[in-house]
């Protein structure tokens, strides 16, 4: 998962996708769209396109347990 996570993201030394450092300092997420939050976030890397239609970043549909790490991880990112 966290190889899958980095092919796409940047905290540093990805490639694709927004820079994630300091992403839990930031007040939205999805360029501005969403309020920042572990709810909201929560979602947003479950099924992007559900929170904004046309969202460029695929849907994870990952099980609760993944998402919740995931979750955590990305709220401690400040």
Known sequence: MHQTV????????????PDLTHLASRDTIASGAIQNNAGNLRKWIDDP?????GALMPAMH?????????????????
């Open 6 to 17: 980095m092919r796409c993201r940047h905290s540093g030394h990805g490639r694709f996708g």
């Open 49 to 53: 396109n559900s929170m904004k239609p």
């Open 62 to 78: 990952l099980n609760d347990h993944d998402l919740d790490v995931i979750t955590a991880y990305l709220t401690q990112l400040r």
